[in-house]
């Protein structure tokens, strides 16, 4: 495993290729091989905590490398594509997380080369594998719960109701693509399609509240994506 972006959720990540053999019997047992990062200090020590081999400074290095099978993806929205592009092409298995691109036309293109070279790709939409999820979508496929009439679901994270919370890169449309419709309606939008079905039409509206944040060195951001977001869909199944 060649793992690029080693802060949130690269540590997130890096947890559970450490601790999957002690849990589940696999055939596959993660081979940690490197961790990437722009900030050469931070990364090796990220490195060295979570039982990483090595690391490396730029990504295009662990793309190329030949021990390396499998690229998983851990960093801002905006350089999803240009890795998973070149990591598809070196012939490597592609893990990203969400959301995969900036827009449609980038995830398209990186679906298309994937299938095109036949490796195998997932988007890290990790609440399929929650048992509660596990057992509904059991009970589903049997038939038990009878016909699905209504799905409905909120995602609950406050920390950017909060004003003080400082500006960062997923405030800028640019780095992120979108604000929480991306990060968090993704899961929402997932679970829904895996437990009901493909969605049909769509009506929703977006609103950003605050519309200024503070950066760590005080410094004041216009934020460019939106920070609640709301939906109604109509499934094709009716």
């Not at 802060?7 to 993660?30: E, L, N, Q």
């Not at 400074?57 to 851990?74: A, F, G, M, Q, S």
């Not at 801002?76 to 893990?95: M, S």
């Not at 691109?101 to 994937?114: F, I, T």
């Amino acid at each position: 495993v060649g793992l690029i972006g080693y802060k949130f959720m690269g540590k997130a990540h890096s947890h559970a290729y450490f601790d999957m053999p002690k849990f589940f019997t696999s055939k596959a047992v993660p081979v940690m091989k490197t961790i990437c990062g722009r900030d050469e200090k931070a990364v090796n020590e990220t490195s060295e905590k979570y039982g990483w081999e090595g690391y490396e400074t730029e990504w295009r290095k662990v793309v190329e490398r030949d021990d390396i099978d499998l690229i998983d993806i851990c960093t801002p929205n905006n350089t999803h594509y240009d890795i998973a592009i070149a990591a598809v092409k070196a012939g490597k298995h592609v893990l990203c997380e969400k959301p995969l691109a900036l827009n449609v036309a980038q995830a398209k293109e990186m679906l298309d080369e994937v299938e095109k070279v036949r490796v195998k790709h997932m988007v890290c939409f990790n609440y399929r594998f929650v048992p509660a999820i596990g057992l509904a979508k059991r009970l589903i496929d049997e038939g038990k719960l009878g016909e699905i009439y209504h799905f409905r679901a909120t995602y609950l994270q406050d920390w950017l109701v909060d004003p003080n919370s400082p500006f960062v890169w997923r405030h800028k449309k640019e780095v992120a693509g979108s604000g929480v419709h991306g990060d968090l309606n993704a899961h929402i939008i997932d679970l829904a399609r895996y437990l009901v079905g493909e969605i049909d039409e769509v009506v929703g509206m977006c609103e950003t509240f605050i519309k200024e944040r503070m950066d760590e060195k005080g410094q004041k951001h216009k934020v460019s994506v939106d920070d609640a977001t709301l939906f109604l869909a109509k499934f094709k199944g009716g």
